[in-house]
């Protein structure tokens, strides 16, 4: 890959700059991911009574930035904490269609999911190799909270 490549890469894998706040912060990147869900979470709020399937187009956006860069930095399973653009491809997939109470439960589901890594699917697609394996763990995640927001609002 072009040196001249990873300047791009390394923004739009760090949530835009976000998933670098921890360290400048406390000098590690623990908590960067949640940062990069707040930004999510944050940003799907303007999307708040859009057609689910606008929802879903930007999640596939959020999918391929997050493959596309993360893909330099993830060589033999590593996935660094500053690379957020995965957590925030997980939290994009948790909302779909999604506002009120079943989206903020849909939301923390999905970090959860992600950072406990105790649902089915989610330690074995971080598993997987390169840019997949840092990408995958998140939309499960994510995909776990968007069956539970669902739950919510059809109990409604």
Not at 2 to 21: D, E, K, N, Q, T
Not at 82 to 99: H, P, S
Request: glycine share 14%.
């Amino acid at each position: 890959m072009p040196v001249y490549c990873l300047p791009m890469h390394r923004i739009i894998a760090s949530g835009f700059g976000v998933g670098l706040i921890p360290s400048k912060l406390w000098g590690s990147d623990n908590g960067a991911g949640t940062f990069g869900a707040v930004l999510a979470a944050g940003l799907s709020l303007f999307m708040w009574g859009w057609p689910w399937w606008a929802h879903i187009g930007v999640f596939v956006v959020f999918l391929a930035l997050s493959l596309w860069s993360s893909r330099p930095f993830a060589d033999d399973h590593a996935d660094p904490g500053w690379i957020v653009i995965d957590e925030m491809a997980g939290t994009f997939v948790a909302v779909i269609g999604l506002a009120g109470w079943p989206w903020l439960v849909a939301v923390v589901v999905a970090r959860l999911g992600d950072i406990f890594k105790v649902l089915p699917g989610v330690p074995q697609a971080e598993e997987l190799p390169g840019a997949v394996g840092v990408t995958m763990d998140d939309v499960i995640a994510g995909l776990y909270g968007l069956a539970a927001g669902w739950i919510i609002y059809l109990m409604m």
